[in-house]
């Protein structure tokens, strides 16, 4: 099983997303079912945030928490752009918090860059982590431009992590921002690493090579999309799902190590990029 460190914690390198959570009351417990099924089978990282669902997502994930130990598992939210000023960010914090039925955060992140000064946002989110309101911080949708910029404020070299769109489909971080994580001892976030289902064309769910591994290693489509993100040990994959043994299956995933034939085929169809490309967002 894969396991990484972040924040100075040992979690497995799948966790649970929770984007477009919370928006449908039809499905609430579906929901809840799903997130506390990743957890019975061993997900300790469910990623939220304030912006999803205006709250919704965070007051689902607070249900559907209390069940088990907090101290086993590993929180993370986000604070929107307009909210991360010296003026907000602590009101801001404490509502995620109160819609999540917790104390504390194991990880408060940025969740993109917006019009307040990256030094007033860092430091105030080091303020959060010295009042133990967060065990750490980090930052989201962060280029490397902005991890430079990032790390050359007094307070910068605290992140603890950077949260970027990356799938099969979407390898842009593999060029540049990964190897500045890696050199910089920085763990990556990997939001949708399973392209949403194909939302954007990508095809990979159709793709034969893909298919043809989850024959090989008796697992299904999805797993192989998740076994080559976390391919690298310093990546942790969020994916998201309603379904109970979807949610089974993607935390499974971790098992599955995909050999240097396996990644060579992949890369094939997917091409690692050769040159710098815009920080892909969604």
Known sequence: MKNLTIAGRTVP???????HMGDRPAQ?????????????????????????????SENLVGEALQPFDRSDLFLISKVLPENASRARLQQSLEASLQRLRTDYLDLYLYHWRGNVPLRETVDE????????????????????????????LPNGPHAQANEDLYHLGSRGVDYAVLPWQRAHELPLIAYSPIAQGDAWGQHLTTNPVVKQLAQKHHATIYQILLAWVIRDPQVLAIPQTSSVSHMQQNVAARDIVLDQADLQALDGQFPQPTQKQPLDVI
């Open 13 to 19: 390198t799948v966790g649970i997303g929770t984007w």
């Open 28 to 56: 609430r417990e579906t929901e809840i079912a799903a997130i506390q099924a990743g957890i019975t089978s061993g997900a300790r990282v469910i990623d939220t945030a304030e912006m999803y669902g205006s709250g919704r």
């Open 125 to 152: 989110l080091q303020r959060l982590k010295d009042q133990g309101l967060v065990k750490a911080w980090g930052v989201s949708n962060f280029d490397v431009a902005d991890l430079d910029e990032l790390w050359e």
